[in-house]
C-alpha cells in the first residue's frame, strides 16, 4: 500500500505550570518540580444545555446551514489520520457518500494500518507525560472553547455534516451535532471540576486528601455511526481527565468525526491526546488491545461486537500493565408500555416520534409498543393516523423520514420485515422505495399482534420497524417488559400512579420515563447507559461517568 505522510500544522500547547495533581490539594510540588503558578480556586462557567435553534423559514440560522449544505455537497474533503497532530495520507481510500443518494461522493478518508495504531500509542504515550501534569483548569480551558466553537462558527459545519454524511434531518442534527456534543463538553468541565473536589474528611493533626489520576495507558474509543456527539464524547471525556486517546471512528460517520478533529485542533488540544485513526475495524482494534499499554476501551456500538472485544480483552489481560477499564453502551430493545388510562393521542404521537425519528437509528428507539387491550384497536387507528402522514425522502428537504446508514443496514431491516410478516399483520410500511439518486430508503413499518418471543419482539432492528404486542393486562405486560437481553429504555403511559410506581421498581431498564417517550435523553438531565446487554451501565451526561476514567489515589499527610 502507498503510504504518503504529508505534515500539517501542528496545534501548539498552551505554555502552563504543571502541577499534575488533580484534586483541590493544590499546594503540592509538582511532578516537573515546578510549583503552581496560579494561586486561585478557578471555577468553570457553571454549564447550560446549549438552546436548540428552530431554523424556522426567515431565520439566519436557516440561510447560514442551507449554504453551508449546499457547499458541502459540492466539495470532496480529504479526510486523513492524525497522529501526534499530524495529518496523514495512506492513499488507500474508502468514501463518505450520502445515504440519501449514494453516488454523491462527500469525501475520501485515509485508511490506518496496523503500523498507524503503533505510531498513535507513542504518540498518546508521549502525550500523556505533559498533557496529564497541565492543571485541570487548562484542559477545561480546551474543551469548553471547543464547545464555544461547535455552537458558533462550525454550528451549521458539524450539522451540514451530520445532515449529508449520516442523513439526519436539520432538527436531529442540531440536537445530536451542534447541542447534545456541546453539553457534553461544558457539562463534563462542570463534572469533573465537582469530582476533583471531592475531598475525604481530614482529623485534627491529620490531611486527607483524594488525587484523581489518569489511568496508566491509552484508552481506545471506538464510536457508532448514529450520534455524531457519542463520537465527541468518547474521544475526549477521557482526554478530560487527563488521558491520551486513540479514536477509531465509524465508517459512516466519518465526515462528522474529521470535523470534530478540526474543531479540537483549532481548540488547542495539543498533538498526540487524541489520535484519529479512520480504518479497517477489527485490524486496528487488535492491534489496540494487545498492546501492553492499553488501559480502557470506551466504546459505544452493537452488543456482539462489545462482546467480542469484552473477550479479547480477557484473553489479553495477563499481559497488560492495568486493569482496563471496560466501558462500552450498546444495543436495546425499548418500549413503551400502555396501560389502560392511558391517552391514546398521546401515545401514538409519542411512538410516532420515539419509534421513526432518525428512522429508528437510536439505541433508545421505541420498536416494541406492549398496549393493554381495551385501548389497543383505538390506538391503532390513531397510530395509522399518524403514521399516514411520515413523508420518507431527502431528510434536508423536509422529509420526516430520510435513509437507513447503508445497504447491509436496509438488507438486515428487510429480512426482519419477512420474518416479521409471518409472526404479526403488517399494517404498514415494509417496502423499500426506490428514488432516482439511489437512497436507503424503508417506509415506516408496523406489525401488529407479535407474540412477546418471537423474533421481531426480542432482536435489535435499528430501523424504522415497530412490534406491537396486545396483553391482556398490565400484570402481563410487566411480564413483557424485561424479558429481552436488552435494558435500555422504557416508558409507560398511565395516570394511575400506582402503575407509575411499580414501573420504577419492576421495569429493567437505565433510563425510564413516564408518561413521555423513550428517546431524547439530556446531557445533565438524563445521564444516560443500560443495563442488561444494553451496556455498562455508565450513564453518559452525568456526574458518575468520569471517575471511569481516573485512578484516585488517596493520601494522608501527618500534619
Ligand atoms: P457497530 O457495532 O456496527 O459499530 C460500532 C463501532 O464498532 C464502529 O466504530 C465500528 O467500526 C466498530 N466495529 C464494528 N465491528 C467491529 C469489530 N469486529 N471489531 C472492532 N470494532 C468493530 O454499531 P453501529 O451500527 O455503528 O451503531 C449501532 C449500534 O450502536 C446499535 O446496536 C445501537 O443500539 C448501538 N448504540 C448504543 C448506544 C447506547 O448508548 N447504548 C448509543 C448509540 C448506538
Redesign the pocket.
Known amino acids: 500500500m502507498p503510504v504518503a505522510t504529508k505534515s500539517a500544522p501542528v496545534a501548539t500547547a498552551p505554555v502552563s505550570a504543571s502541577d499534575g495533581l488533580n484534586g483541590r490539594a493544590r499546594s503540592a510540588e509538582g511532578a516537573q518540580g515546578t510549583m503552581v503558578a496560579f494561586n486561585g480556586h478557578r471555577r468553570t462557567p457553571p454549564p447550560i444545555n446549549e438552546p436548540i435553534r428552530s431554523y424556522a423559514p426567515g431565520t439566519a440560522e436557516r440561510a447560514e446551514l442551507k449554504a453551508r449544505l449546499e457547499s458541502m455537497a459540492n466539495e470532496v474533503v480529504d479526510i486523513p489520520i492524525v497522529i501526534d497532530g499530524r495529518e496523514i495520507r495512506t492513499g488507500d481510500t474508502a468514501n463518505v457518500v450520502m445515504p440519501h443518494a449514494h453516488q454523491h461522493v462527500l469525501g475520501q478518508w485515509h485508511a490506518a494500518t496496523v503500523s498507524h495504531v503503533a505510531q498513535a500509542i507513542d504518540a498518546a504515550e508521549r502525550a500523556r507525560a505533559d498533557w496529564g501534569n497541565w492543571p485541570f483548569e487548562e484542559r477545561a480551558g480546551v474543551f469548553l472553547r471547543a464547545a464555544e466553537l461547535l455552537s458558533t462558527r462550525y454550528r451549521a459545519t458539524l450539522n451540514a455534516a451530520t445532515m449529508l454524511g449520516q442523513s439526519k434531518t436539520a432538527f436531529q442534527a442540531e440536537v445530536d451535532a451542534a447541542c447534545e456534543l456541546a453539553d457534553f463538553w461544558r457539562f463534563n468541565v462542570h463534572f469533573a471540576e465537582t469530582l476533583y473536589a471531592d475531598q475525604p474528611i481530614s482529623d485534627k493533626g491529620i490531611w486527607n486528601q483524594t488525587d484523581y489520576r489518569p489511568l496508566e495507558g491509552f484508552i481506545y474509543a471506538?464510536?457508532?455511526?448514529?450520534?455524531t456527539a457519542?463520537g465527541g464524547n468518547l474521544s475526549t471525556a477521557p482526554a478530560l481527565m487527563g488521558n491520551t486517546v486513540l479514536w477509531?471512528?465509524?465508517?459512516?460517520a466519518m465526515l462528522s468525526a474529521h470535523y470534530i478533529m478540526q474543531i479540537l485542533t483549532e481548540s488547542g488540544l495539543p498533538p498526540g491526546v487524541i489520535n484519529f485513526l479512520p480504518g479497517d475495524?477489527?485490524a486496528?482494534?487488535n492491534a489496540a488491545l494487545s498492546h501492553r499499554d492499553f488501559a480502557g476501551l470506551h466504546?459505544?456500538?452493537?452488543?456482539?461486537?462489545?462482546n467480542?472485544?469484552w473477550k479479547q480483552i480477557g484473553a489479553n489481560t495477563s499481559s497488560y500493565r492495568s486493569y482496563p477499564r471496560i466501558v462500552g453502551?450498546?444495543?436495546?430493545k425499548d418500549f413503551i408500555v400502555a396501560h389502560h388510562t392511558a391517552d391514546v393521542e398521546a401515545l401514538a404521537v409519542a411512538i410516532g416520534r420515539g419509534g421513526f425519528e432518525y428512522q429508528g437509528?437510536?439505541?433508545?428507539a421505541c420498536s416494541r409498543a406492549i398496549v393493554e387491550a381495551p385501548i389497543y384497536d383505538a390506538f391503532i387507528t390513531k397510530l395509522l393516523e399518524r403514521i399516514a402522514k411520515l413523508t420518507v425522502g431527502d431528510p434536508a428537504a423536509n422529509h420526516y423520514l430520510g435513509p437507513v446508514?447503508n445497504k447491509a443496514?436496509l438488507d438486515s431491516m428487510l429480512r426482519y420485515i419477512e420474518i416479521g410478516k409471518k409472526e404479526g399483520r403488517l399494517l404498514a410500511g415494509g417496502k423499500a422505495p426506490a428514488t432516482a439518486d439511489g437512497g436507503y430508503f424503508l417506509e415506516p413499518t408496523v406489525i401488529a399482534d407479535v407474540a412477546p418471543n418471537a423474533v421481531i419482539s426480542q432482536e435489535?432492528i435499528?430501523g424504522p420497524v415497530l412490534a406491537l404486542v396486545k396483553v391482556a393486562s398490565f400484570e402481563e405486560g410487566l411480564k413483557v417488559v424485561n424479558n429481552t437481553e436488552y435494558g435500555?429504555t422504557g416508558s409507560i403511559y398511565s395516570t394511575d400512579r400506582e402503575k407509575l410506581n411499580i414501573a420504577r421498581r419492576e421495569f429493567h431498564v437505565g433510563n425510564l420515563y413516564f408518561n413521555r417517550k423513550c428517546t431524547g435523553a439530556m446531557v445533565g438531565a438524563h445521564p444516560?447507559?443500560?443495563f442488561n446487554m444494553?451496556?455498562t451501565d455508565s450513564k453518559?451526561g452525568g456526574p458518575d461517568y468520569l471517575p471511569l476514567f481516573t485512578q484516585s489515589k488517596s493520601v494522608a499527610e501527618k500534619l
Request: neutral net charge.
Open positions: 471506538v464510536t457508532p455511526f448514529n450520534f457519542i477509531k471512528p465509524s465508517a459512516t475495524p477489527i486496528i482494534s466504546f459505544t456500538g452493537s452488543t456482539n461486537v462489545f467480542m472485544m453502551e450498546t444495543g436495546g437509528q437510536k439505541c433508545s446508514i443496514a435489535e435499528f435500555l444516560f447507559g443500560g444494553s451496556g453518559a
